[in-house]
Nanobody, 115 residues
Framework: QVQLVESGGGLVQAGGSLRLSCVASGSIFNILVMGWYRQAPGKQRELVAIITSGGTTNYADSVKGRFTISGVNSKNTVYLQMNGLKPEDTAVYYC?????????WGQGTQVTVSS
C-alpha cells in the first residue's frame, strides 16, 4: 500500500510564500514522476507542476516564474515552493506520484491566499 502525506498548506496574504511537502511511503518502487495538482471550488483539478526522476520539470503557465518544484529521489519526497501567491492560487493542492506505471494521490492540503 502506498501513502502520500502532504504538509505545508495554510493561510497566507497575497504576495506571500508557502512551501508544500509530500512524502511517499509504503510499497512504492520505481518512481517516474512526482507532481502537484490543485482544485479550486467549482473547478476541475489542474496540473500545477511535475518533476521526473531525471529532474525534468514542467509548470502550468499560471505559476511559471513563481512556483518551483523540486524532489529528492532517495527520500521519495517532492516539494513545491510557492512565491508571489495570488488569491487565484487558492485551492486544495494534491500530491501525485507515478510509480511502476500506477498513479497515486495524496489527501490534499488547503492553500488559501487572502487579498
Amino acid at each position: 500500500q502506498v501513502q502520500l502525506v502532504e504538509s505545508g498548506g495554510g493561510l497566507v496574504q497575497a504576495g506571500g510564500s508557502l512551501r508544500l511537502s509530500c512524502v511517499a511511503s509504503g510499497s512504492i518502487f520505481n518512481i517516474l514522476v512526482m507532481g502537484w495538482y490543485r482544485q479550486a471550488p467549482g473547478k476541475q483539478r489542474e496540473l500545477v507542476a511535475i518533476i521526473t526522476s531525471g529532474g525534468t520539470t514542467n509548470y502550468a503557465d499560471s505559476v511559471k516564474g513563481r512556483f518551483t518544484i523540486s524532489g529528492v529521489n532517495s527520500k521519495n519526497t517532492v516539494y513545491l515552493q510557492m512565491n508571489g501567491l495570488k488569491p487565484e492560487d487558492t485551492a486544495v493542492y494534491y500530491c501525485h506520484v507515478i510509480a511502476g506505471l500506477r498513479g497515486h494521490w495524496g489527501q490534499g492540503t488547503q492553500v488559501t491566499v487572502s487579498s
